[in-house]
C-alpha cells in the first residue's frame, strides 16, 4: 500500500477542490471520524474525558477561531481569553434567563454575542496594525475581565463572583452541571468542534478565505484587486469570535461548571492559544487540532513521565513545562512557522516520492 | 474576414494604427494633475489620455513621477489637483479597491503577490469582485459558494494555459523565481478581466528572452481580449515595439506625448534621456 496520487486522478474541479485529495488521507479521515463518534464515547471515562478529550476539543475550537483572525487574516489577536469569556457569561446570562429553551441554543448564540463584541474590538484593526493591535487586544482583554469581575449583574449578584453552570439537558441527557456522564460532555464539545471545524475548512477554501490571506499577505494588493479591507477584517474578526466564543461557552458551562473569570479567562488563555496556534500552524485547520492536542497532551505526559516515572517534585516537572513550551515557540517561529502542519506536510510528500527520492 | 470586405470605421477620437488596428474613443483622460508630497512634487500639471484599445506606455527616468502617476489612477494617491474622467464620466475620489471594481487592475513595480498562497490561490484572489457568495453559504458550501468556485476557477484555468504556467499551479508563490512571479502577477490581474490594465515596469529585471515572453503576452492581451494597456517600461527598445502612444515624463512633468517615432525624434526627450543636466 503506497501513499500516492498516481491512479488517483482529478477529473474536475470541484474534485480538485477537495479536501483530501489524496485517497489514504480520505480514509484515514473517515477512520477517525469514525472513531471519535463510535468508539470513544463508549470507552471514555472521566479522568480520559477531563485530562485529555474535553479540554481538547474545546481548546481545538477556541485555536480554529484564534486561527482564522491570526493565521489566516494575519491580524495579530492576545484577546482571546476575554472573548472566551464573553462566550461564558454570555451562556450563563442565557442559561439562568432562560432555563426552557435548549442550552445548544444558547451556545451558539454566545457565540453570536462574542462575534459581535469581537467586531467591534475589530474596528481598530482597520487603522492599527501588527505589534499595536497585538497590544489594542490585549488591552480588551484586560478590560474584559475587569468588565465581568466589576458588574455584578454579569454573575447573577452571586457572593463569590463566581458563575455556576445549573443543570441543562439535550434530549434529556444532562450535559452541563455535576451529574453529567463523561461520555454526554465529550459528545457535546464533538459534534461542535466536528461543524464548527468543517464551516472553517469551506470559508477558507474558497473566496472569503482568499480575501483574508490576501489582506495577511499584501494588504494594498488586496485592496488593489478588489478587496475591501473593512468587511474582510471584520469578517475575521467575527468568525474567530464566534468560534472562541462557543469556546468559551463550553469551556465554562460543560468543562468546567463554575468559573471565576480571572482564573478561568485570564491572559494567560489568550497566550496558550496563541501558542496552539503557533506550534500546530498559523493559517491550518490541521494546525490547530494539532497544536491543540500537543498543548493538552504535554501537562499529562509530562507529569506521568517526570512526576509519575522519575519521582521529580511537581512544580519542578511544571517548571520544565514552561521551559519546554517556550523553546519550543521559538524554535517554530525561527526554524518553521507553519508549525506541527507543516512538518507532516513535508513528512507526507517525502512519503510519496519514497523510495524514489527524484 | 469582415475588416477586408468593408473597411471598419474609426469611432470619434480613435484612430487607426500602422498595424490596422483600430483605437476607440478616450477610455480614461487625465486632466491638469498635479500631486505633491510635502515638498515634492511627484507630479506636476500633466494632462494625458488612454483610448479604448490601445496600447500607452508611460517612459522617462528614474523619480520622473511614473509610478506615482499609476497610483492616482489606481485610487492610492489623491492629487491636490485635477481631474480623472473614466469612460466619459468625471470620477470622484474613490478608494483603489472602488477603482477595482470599475474595471481597473495593475501590478507593481516591486512585485505585490499574496506570498503564502498558490498560484492558483493568487490568480483566483483577482476574480473577488465577480464572487458573491454570502459567509453562510461559503461556510455551508452550498449552492452559489461551490458553483461560483467552479465558474470562476474554469475562467482562471484559462488564465493559466494562456500565461503558460500550469506547472506551477499548486505552487506557492514565495518559491517561484521572480520572472515567473512577475508572470502571476500580471495573471491575477489579468483574471479581474479588466478593461484598462496597468502594468508598472513589467520587464524590469527580467532577461532577454523573460522579456520576449512578456512582450508577447501584453501584444496577445491587448490583441484577443481587447484589453486596453497602460504600462511603464524603462527599455526603449520595448517601447517602441509595443506602444501604440507614448507619454514621457521627467521630473514630474510631460516633456513629450506621440507615437513612438514622434517622441524618439523629440529634441527635449533626447536631452532627457541623454541626461542632460538640469538646473
Ligand atoms: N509615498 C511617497 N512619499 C513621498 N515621496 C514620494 C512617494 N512616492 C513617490 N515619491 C516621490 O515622487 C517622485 C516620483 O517617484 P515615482 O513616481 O516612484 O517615480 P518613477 O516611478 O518615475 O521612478 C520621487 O521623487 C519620489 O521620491
Ligand atoms: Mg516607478
Redesign the pocket.
Known amino acids: 500500500m503506497f501513499y500516492r496520487e498516481a491512479g488517483d486522478f482529478k477529473t474536475s474541479y470541484v474534485e480538485d477542490g477537495q479536501t483530501f485529495p489524496i485517497r489514504l488521507d480520505r480514509w484515514g479521515y473517515y477512520a477517525i471520524v469514525f472513531i471519535a463518534f463510535a468508539a470513544i464515547p463508549f470507552l471514555i471515562n472521566d479522568y480520559w474525558a477531563n485530562a485529555v478529550f474535553v479540554p481538547f476539543l474545546i481548546y481545538s475550537i477556541a485555536a480554529l477561531g484564534l486561527n482564522v483572525l491570526t493565521g489566516y487574516a494575519g491580524q495579530v489577536s492576545l484577546g482571546t481569553g476575554g472573548f472566551m469569556a464573553v462566550g461564558a457569561f454570555a451562556c450563563y446570562k442565557l442559561m439562568t434567563a432562560f432555563p426552557e429553551i435548549n442550552i445548544v441554543f444558547h451556545i451558539i448564540v454566545s457565540g453570536g454575542i462574542t462575534a459581535a463584541v469581537g467586531m467591534l474590538f475589530g474596528l481598530p484593526s482597520l487603522r492599527i496594525k501588527g505589534f499595536y493591535l497585538a497590544v489594542a487586544t490585549l488591552a480588551a482583554q484586560f478590560f474584559l475581565v475587569w468588565l465581568f469581575n466589576k458588574v455584578p449583574w454579569f454573575y447573577n449578584y452571586s457572593a463569590s463572583g463566581q458563575i455556576t453552570a445549573p443543570e441543562r439537558t439535550v434530549f434529556g441527557v444532562a450535559v452541563t452541571g455535576p451529574h453529567t456522564e463523561a461520555w454526554a460532555k465529550y459528545m457535546v464539545c464533538l459534534v461542535f468542534v466536528f461543524v464548527l471545524a468543517w464551516m472553517v475548512r469551506n470559508m477558507t477554501r474558497g473566496t472569503l478565505g482568499r480575501k483574508w490571506m490576501a489582506i495577511r499577505d499584501m494588504d494594498i494588493a488586496a485592496e488593489i484587486i478588489g478587496v475591501s479591507p473593512l468587511p474582510a477584517k471584520l469578517t475575521a474578526f467575527g468568525v474567530s469570535s464566534f468560534l472562541v466564543g462557543i469556546a468559551g461557552a463550553l469551556f465554562f458551562a460543560v468543562y468546567l461548571g463554575a468559573a471565576e473569570v480571572g482564573e478561568a479567562f485570564g491572559p494567560q488563555k489568550s497566550f496558550l492559544v496563541l501558542f496552539m496556534i503557533i506550534i500546530g500552524g498559523l493559517g491550518s485547520v490541521f494546525g490547530s487540532f494539532a497544536g491543540a492536542a500537543f498543548m493538552v497532551l504535554l501537562p499529562v505526559l509530562l507529569k506521568n513521565l517526570l512526576v509519575g516515572g522519575l519521582g521529580w517534585p511537581t512544580d519542578l516537572a511544571t517548571h520544565f513545562e514552561i521551559m519546554l513550551v517556550g523553546a519550543l515557540i521559538i524554535v517554530f517561529l525561527i526554524a518553521e512557522p507553519h508549525g506541527i502542519a507543516q512538518l507532516w506536510r513535508l513528512a507526507k510528500e517525502k512519503l510519496r516520492l519514497w523510495p524514489f527520492p527524484h | 474576414m469582415s475588416s477586408l470586405t468593408h473597411k471598419e470605421e474609426v469611432p470619434e477620437g480613435g484612430y487607426r494604427t500602422p498595424d490596422g488596428r483600430i483605437i476607440g474613443g478616450v477610455l480614461m483622460d487625465l486632466k491638469d494633475i498635479t500631486l505633491r508630497?510635502?515638498g515634492?512634487t511627484?507630479?506636476s500639471n500633466i494632462s494625458f489620455d488612454i483610448r479604448q484599445g490601445e496600447i500607452r506606455a508611460i517612459i522617462?527616468?528614474?523619480?520622473?513621477?511614473?509610478?506615482?502617476?499609476l497610483?492616482v489612477i489606481s485610487g492610492f494617491?489623491v492629487p491636490q489637483e485635477g481631474e480623472i474622467w473614466f469612460r466619459g464620466r468625471k470620477r470622484p475620489p474613490l478608494k483603489p479597491y472602488q477603482v477595482a471594481r470599475q474595471g481597473v487592475a495593475r501590478t507593481f513595480?516591486n512585485i505585490a503577490l499574496f506570498k503564502g498562497m498558490t498560484t492558483l490561490d493568487n490568480i483566483m484572489t483577482g476574480r473577488v469582485t465577480r464572487m458573491k457568495s454570502n459567509m453562510l453559504e461559503q461556510a455551508i458550501w452550498w449552492g452559489r459558494a461551490e458553483r461560483e468556485e467552479v465558474e470562476n476557477r474554469e475562467v482562471v484555468e484559462r488564465i493559466i494555459d494562456f500565461l503558460e504556467i500550469q506547472a506551477i499551479r499548486k505552487t506557492p508563490v514565495g518559491r517561484l523565481p521572480y520572472g515567473l512571479q512577475k508572470r502571476v502577477e500580471l495573471g491575477r490581474a489579468l483574471a479581474a478581466e479588466p478593461d484598462l490594465l496597468l502594468l508598472?515596469?513589467p520587464m524590469a529585471g527580467m532577461n532577454v528572452e523573460e522579456k520576449e515572453d512578456m512582450s508577447r503576452f501584453i501584444l496577445d492581451v491587448n490583441d484577443e481580449f481587447g484589453t486596453t494597456i497602460a504600462l511603464?517600461e524603462h527599455d526603449m527598445g520595448v517601447v517602441m515595439d509595443l506602444s501604440d502612444r507614448v507619454v514621457v515624463?521627467d521630473y514630474?512633468r510631460k516633456i513629450g506625448d506621440g507615437t513612438p517615432d514622434e517622441v524618439r525624434n523629440d529634441q527635449a526627450v533626447i536631452d532627457a534621456y541623454l541626461g542632460v543636466v538640469h538646473e
Request: proline content about 4%.
Open positions: 508630497f510635502g515634492v511627484a507630479i522617462g527616468p528614474n523619480g520622473a513621477g511614473k509610478s506615482s502617476m497610483n494617491y513595480q508598472d515596469e511603464i515624463m514630474g
